[in-house]
Antibody, heavy 121, light 110 residues
Framework: QVQLVESGGGVVQPGRSVRLSCAAS????????MHWVRQAPGRGLEWVAI????????FYADSVKGRISVSRDRSNNTLYLQMNSLRVEDTAIYYC??????????????WGQGTLVTVSS | QSALTQPASVSGSPGQSITISCTGS?????????VSWYLQHPGKAPKVIIF???NRPSGVSDRFSGSKSGNTASLTISGLQAEDEADYYC??????????FGSGTKVTVL
């Protein structure tokens, strides 16, 4: 079955960097665009970024543009999120999610369990 | 990219029907029939229950239904059950490969 497992979260100081990973299995990873969605503690969901199935394009939310980069390794079915110049307001659970399911698109079809990033001095 | 507007909370008794609204703008909900809805139980990842305004993924109960009129989308839960108590989020495609979520609605089963 579809599995998405995020890792790389933890406590990070403001201004530092962190790289999150999302290991995918159980589906044709290389045929899906992938998303990152985050959720601050006790708050709602916020779309962060998308990368196309082949990695040829990426788009970002205005709140993170210029500080975040999404990439993927098609050889080992892994999605990444590089976050730089971290701010306290970046504290959140970060979820990876697929673009749609099977032949449908424009929604978040499968989700990982999330990884918590806490930005604090 | 302002969040879509949802009521903070909605409640109902078992067996009743409730409706959650999701108001956006002409830049998202009003233009694209690409509204999706997600259910999130405490401490769990969200799960899609509606996509493309009114389509259910395989395995999702037909007690969940969606609709849209103008800049407002709606999710109706019929035959409310205790297990429906959760947070619900709408989301709309907003053009240029970007998405915007709603503010979230806490559903309480009385």
């Amino acid at each position: 079955q579809v599995q998405l497992v995020e890792s790389g979260g933890g406590v990070v100081q403001p201004g530092r960097s962190v790289r999150l990973s999302c290991a995918a299995s159980g589906f044709a990873f290389n045929t899906y665009s992938m998303h990152w969605v985050r959720q601050a503690p006790g708050r709602g969901l916020e779309w962060v970024a998308i990368i196309s199935h082949d990695g040829s394009f990426q788009f970002y939310a205005d709140s993170v543009k210029g500080r975040i980069s999404v990439s993927r390794d098609r050889s080992n079915n892994t999605l990444y999120l590089q976050m730089n110049s971290l701010r306290v307001e970046d504290t959140a659970i970060y979820y990876c999610a697929t673009e749609g399911q099977l032949h449908t698109r424009y929604f978040f079809g499968f989700w990982g369990q999330g990884t918590l990033v806490t930005v604090s001095s | 990219q302002s969040a879509l507007t949802q009521p903070a909370s909605v409640s109902g008794s078992p067996g009743q029907s409730i409706t959650i609204s999701c108001t956006g703008s002409s830049g998202d909900v009003g233009t694209y029939n690409l509204v999706s809805w997600y259910l999130q139980h405490p401490g769990k990842a969200p799960k899609v229950i509606i996509f493309e305004v009114n389509n259910r993924p395989s395995g999702v109960s037909d007690r969940f239904s969606g609709s849209k009129s103008g800049n407002t989308a709606s999710l109706t839960i019929s035959g409310l059950q205790a297990e429906d108590e959760a947070d619900y989020y709408c989301c709309s495609y907003a053009g240029s490969s970007t998405y915007v979520f709603g503010s979230g609605t806490k559903v309480t089963v009385l």
